[in-house]
């Protein structure tokens, strides 16, 4: 079984500022999503998301090169199953940025929505449910257990 997933935008800023020769790239978002694009996983996308995750990433703030940000987008839109964002309640969310991101993982019939902001989502919606880092890696590891 392929576990459907899809990130918020703070765990794809964190696993690219992991890549940054400084740092260690041992980072649980970082683990996170070189898991998924390994195959273990399907992530879910959608447009919205996706030019979130370039616009964030963009900031001058975290000082990534345009080219390497280009690079992780085209990356994450080639190994990625792209989709239409629900609609979906508004008030499901604590923040109204966030809602384009539950509208993908309940489009994309997600599994997990991994976040590093669980205080902003519901615990779980329409079978879609909102995990931490660890928790996703905790989830790959008992799944690949039973397996």
Wanted: contains cysteine; aromatic residues 4%.
């Amino acid at each position: 079984m392929t576990l459907r997933v899809v990130f918020d935008t703070n765990i794809v800023v964190s696993a690219a500022l992991d890549a940054r020769p400084i740092k260690s790239q041992h980072g649980r978002p970082s683990l996170c999503l070189r898991l998924a694009l390994s195959g273990i996983a399907t992530i879910i996308l959608s447009r919205p998301l996706l030019a979130e995750y370039e616009a964030v990433l963009l900031r001058p703030k975290f000082a990534l090169p345009r080219v390497r940000v280009r690079a992780l987008i085209s990356l994450l839109r080639r190994n990625a199953e792209i989709v239409e964002p629900a609609i979906i309640p508004a008030q499901l969310v604590h923040d109204p940025n966030d809602l384009h991101v539950l509208a993908t993982a309940v489009a994309g019939r997600a599994d997990f929505l991994v976040t590093g902001n669980l205080r902003d989502f519901p615990e779980q919606h329409k079978g879609v449910r909102m995990v931490s880092p660890a928790q996703f890696l905790a989830a790959v590891v008992d799944i690949g257990a039973e397996e």
